[in-house]
């Protein structure tokens, strides 16, 4: 049963979530709008250098296929960087390990996954990929990823404040601001807590040592805490090592462990509030914000009652398989929330051990778009999908042209909202089906029954959804499996965000119309439930029948005793 420190530990994180996100907000809304902050002294000049050496004229703004090009283009380069990096890895410095290359499907799915944001590793990250690649590749990828994140949610932002224009900022600035004013100032304060909480930070090469049993162990050591660092502020995910946030050298306290969790949802967070604060609609922004953390807190009170349920097939309630004695039943399932519904995918414990309903939330959380706070802009900018439908559907409802902040809602932004969701859930369920009767796909699997294939449609719901965490159970570092969640993980990114783009352009070039007595207010209790209701009627019920077959059947069948 959970304990009250526990409870407490879950009430505290909520609070600290909260009361972070109007004043970090806030402060990146004056940052992204280029007003002047007691962080300008200290970095302008990296930004100012960075336009310098890049040729880039701050003041020039974009059109949304320019702004996409550049995006599209910039992403392009980041793939090619890392994917080279990793097939000649051999011959490059900083490998004291002497790792050799890395193979073509590998380093595809790899170079895919860093430069969506998704991180999903088919790997283990110390014996298969040098410092150098770690530091230059990974880690670098971790920040502009997130960048790109950022940039399209502001671009959106501002297509829905501005009027009669076909500018929607300028895709570089956004990227270095988001960089070099956000990502970098938190990551490097967040580095030297985590060394000092005994993250390894160094370049030796692996320690083999003797226990106290008098066997030998392998000491894994390496550039590790700058990566853990951004990849949970970044919403990235991806471990420097095999075992991810569980293992001691990445996550060794539970100091560090709060943090680590804290920082998985902190800009997605706080990133609503700037949303909001940009199109001059706090209110709006805040019955969103309550809108995702009542489907964040629901997810986690599921997940909890689940695994402190008793299991009839071992007869232990609150299992500790697949979980660190450290850290517990209660913080685990938090982190399983969270990382979930952050497109994070960092873990502290096995999803693959947890219960099937807990598992079922992880799944659905993907699922949904990464919409309950999303990635580092990702969550706002997907969010926005849900947003424009309900506001379609309401104004179906009242027989009027729906409107959203002032702007009309058209049947182009509904059909490029429609593909922004289609895309994904296309990806999802088509190459579930191709690997669940293909014998390349079944060859991977860990488990039988619904287990099994839960395994593989968590995978491709992951992929999907850019969040990288895994089941664990699925071998998925075949050529099969490489290619296929390479392809889906670019669907589930570029094919959400093209449309989305496509839709501040539309946006911006219109005119605000003042509200009138049958504009539908959307910084409303009952706003606020239709959105909650769209969400789950469109997007939870999409994947229902996969659902079932998966851990909803699982459940029941543990229920009867059996397991897989």
Not at 207 to 231: M, R, S
Not at 336 to 353: I, K
Not at 414 to 443: E, N, Q, R, W
Request: proline letters at 4%.
């Amino acid at each position: 049963m959970i304990t009250a420190s526990e409870i407490i530990q879950l009430v505290f994180y909520a609070v600290m979530l909260f009361l972070f996100t109007p004043p970090l907000g806030k402060l990146m809304a004056k940052i992204f709008e280029g007003e002047k902050t007691f962080l300008s002294p200290v970095f302008g000049w990296l930004e100012r250098l960075s336009y310098k050496l890049s040729g880039i004229d701050p003041k020039k703004e974009m059109n949304w296929k320019t702004y996409m090009w550049a995006m599209l283009a910039f992403n392009g380069l980041g793939f090619a960087i890392v994917y080279l990096l990793q097939i000649f890895q051999s011959s490059l410095p900083l490998n004291p390990q002497q790792l050799p290359n890395v193979s073509w499907h590998l380093a595809f799915n790899t170079a895919v996954s860093f430069m969506t944001n998704t991180n999903w590793q088919s790997y283990a990250g110390e014996v298969t990929l040098s410092y150098l690649v770690q530091m230059l590749g990974l880690t670098v990828q971790n920040f502009v990823s997130a960048a790109t994140g950022i940039a399209v949610m502001l671009a959106l932002a501002r297509g829905i404040a501005r009027k009669t224009t076909i500018d929607i900022g300028n895709f570089w600035v956004d990227l270095v601001r988001s960089t070099v004013y956000v990502l970098l100032p938190l990551s490097i304060l967040f580095t030297v807590v985590l060394v000092d909480q005994g993250v390894v930070q160094n370049f030796s090469s692996y320690q083999t040592v003797t226990t106290l049993e008098g066997t030998q162990q392998t000491i894994l050591l390496g550039p590790a805490a700058a990566q853990i660092a951004i990849k949970q502020l970044g919403s990235n995910g991806g471990g420097f090592f095999n075992m991810n946030s569980a293992y001691p050298h990445e996550n060794p306290t539970p100091f560090t462990n709060f943090l680590e969790m804290l920082s998985i949802l902190l800009l997605a967070s706080a990133l609503v509030y700037t949303f909001g604060v940009i199109v001059k609609a706090k209110r709006h922004a805040w019955v969103v914000w309550g809108v995702m953390f009542f489907m964040f807190a629901s997810g986690l009170a599921v997940s909890l009652w689940s695994e402190y349920l008793t299991n009839p097939v071992t007869g232990v309630a609150g299992g500790m398989e697949g979980k660190e004695t450290r850290f517990g039943v209660a913080n685990s399932v938090l982190w399983s929330v969270a990382t979930t519904d952050a497109s994070n995918g960092s873990v502290n414990a096995m999803h693959d051990s947890m219960s099937p309903l807990s598992g079922a939330v992880e799944m659905i959380n993907i699922k949904l778009g990464e919409i309950i706070f999303g990635g580092v802009g990702a969550g706002m900018y997907g969010m926005m999908i849900f947003i424009l439908l309900t506001v379609f559907i309401a104004g179906l409802m009242v027989g009027r042209t729906p409107e959203y902040l002032g702007k009309k809602i058209e049947s182009y932004e509904v059909k490029m909202a429609a593909i922004a969701m289609i895309l994904p859930s296309f990806g999802i369920l088509l190459f579930t089906a191709i690997a669940c009767i293909s014998d390349a796909g079944l060859a991977g699997l860990n488990n039988s029954g619904p287990h099994g294939f839960s395994e593989i449609l968590y995978a491709f719901a992951s992929t999907a959804g850019n969040n990288g965490s895994a089941f664990a159970g699925l071998t998925a570092s075949t050529p099969f499996y490489a290619t296929l969640l390479g392809i889906n993980m670019l669907i589930g990114r570029f094919g959400v965000i093209i449309p989305m783009l496509a839709i501040a352009g539309s946006l911006a070039k219109k005119k605000i119309t003042p509200p009138s007595s049958g504009t539908f207010p959307t910084d409303t209790f009952l706003f606020g439930l239709l959105l909650l209701g769209t969400i789950l009627i469109v997007g939870a019920l999409t994947f229902f029948p996969t659902q079932v077959l998966g851990p909803i059947v699982e459940h029941f069948l543990m229920l009867n005793g059996q397991t897989f």
